[in-house]
């Protein structure tokens, strides 16, 4: 037979707690896959702003041939935190991939890629 203290039985007891860490838990949860999405966002974004940025610097000294422009291409890209993965030059116009490394959760690391291409305009 249960006890009955302040009105409520015994089994009752600490029943409150166990929700206030479950719902814990859940928000815990939900905020760790809140910021694995963001990372992933962001590390897109980071992999197209170093391609675009790689892609000019590129194009800039396509001129210079391809060797030059894809130096300097990659030494932009690697300055943004990027990984040269192609470089092409055509004619004037330089087309470059690039890679970003992140890790959304501890354990787990991605890749974002982007691609971009840069060169004079024509009309």
């Known amino acids: 037979m249960e006890r009955e203290r302040d009105g409520r039985a015994d089994a009752e007891r600490g029943g409150a ?4 860490l479950a719902l ?3 928000f ?3 905020g ?8 992933t966002g962001m590390a897109s974004q980071r992999a197209a702003v170093a391609a675009d940025l790689g892609a000019l610097a ?3 000294r396509a001129l210079d041939g391809d060797g030059a422009a894809c130096a300097y ?3 932009i890209v690697q300055r943004n935190d990027g990984r040269m993965v192609d ?7 330089v087309l470059v991939t ?6 959304p959760i501890p354990g787990l690391t991605r890749v974002a890629a982007s691609t971009a291409r840069a060169g004079p305009v024509r009309g």
């Open 32 to 39: 760790t896959f809140g910021a694995a999405v963001a990372a």
């Open 98 to 103: 690039v890679e970003v490394a992140f890790t």
């Open 24 to 26: 814990g838990l859940v």
């Open 73 to 75: 291409a990659t030494d």
């Open 17 to 20: 707690t166990v929700l206030l």
């Open 87 to 93: 470089c092409v030059v055509d004619g004037l116009d």
């Open 58 to 60: 590129g194009a800039t």
């Open 28 to 30: 815990v949860l939900v």
